[in-house]
């Protein structure tokens, strides 16, 4: 599987055509083990807690379009990529489409060098405030940790959680 080409939306609205993005590392907080009986220690997930996300756009240069991401507020951002694929039966290439969305707050802004016949190589890091990944149409995973929401494949890890404090 390859990404043939994506492009990354604002509000619904076409946003950026030059850009790179550098996803998420999804990571749990993690607690330890350890004490009697237990030959050593082993760190365990604490379910449907995740550690604070991050993610990046990346762009060649400044564009109108930049200067709107800038702003010190929560942004729906969507990248909807075009993903090559083979089918098993057939061996012919299909096209699936993988979408990323976020609501995220700008956190680091880097300008970037001025160098003459270069890129500028701009960069905009964000505070990943909710997470949601679609791929042919399936949902994969789907974080709002503001909400206290975790799903994986739809099924909700932290709905018993929801329950269990009140929510």
């Known amino acids: 599987m390859s990404v043939v080409n994506y492009k990354v939306y604002k509000d619904g609205l076409d946003f950026i055509g030059?850009?790179?993005?550098?996803?998420p590392a999804i990571s749990a907080v993690v607690a330890e083990m350890k004490g009697a009986g237990i030959g050593g220690?082993?760190?365990?997930?604490?379910?449907?807690?995740?550690?604070?996300?991050?993610?990046?756009?990346?762009f060649r240069d400044i564009t109108p379009q930049t200067k709107l991401i800038l702003t010190p507020e929560a942004h729906h951002i969507e990248l909807w990529a075009a993903i090559q694929d083979t089918d098993p039966k057939t061996g012919q290439f299909v096209v699936k489409?993988?979408?990323l969305i976020y609501r995220a707050i700008p956190k680091t802004n880097t300008v970037g060098k001025f160098v003459p016949g270069e890129t500028q190589d701009r960069s905009v890091e964000f505070s990943v405030l909710y997470?949601?990944?679609?791929?042919?149409?399936?949902?994969?995973?789907?974080?709002?940790?503001?909400?206290?929401?975790?799903?994986?494949?739809?099924?909700?890890?932290?709905s018993d959680v929801r329950k269990a404090i009140g929510i």
């Open 41 to 58: 220690s082993v760190e365990l997930p604490v379910q449907g807690l995740v550690q604070s996300m991050s993610m990046t756009l990346n």
């Open 18 to 23: 030059i850009t790179q993005h550098d996803a």
């Open 131 to 158: 997470y949601r990944e679609i791929y042919d149409g399936q949902d994969i995973v789907e974080i709002d940790p503001l909400n206290n929401v975790y799903r994986v494949a739809g099924k909700d890890a932290n």
């Open 97 to 99: 489409q993988h979408k």
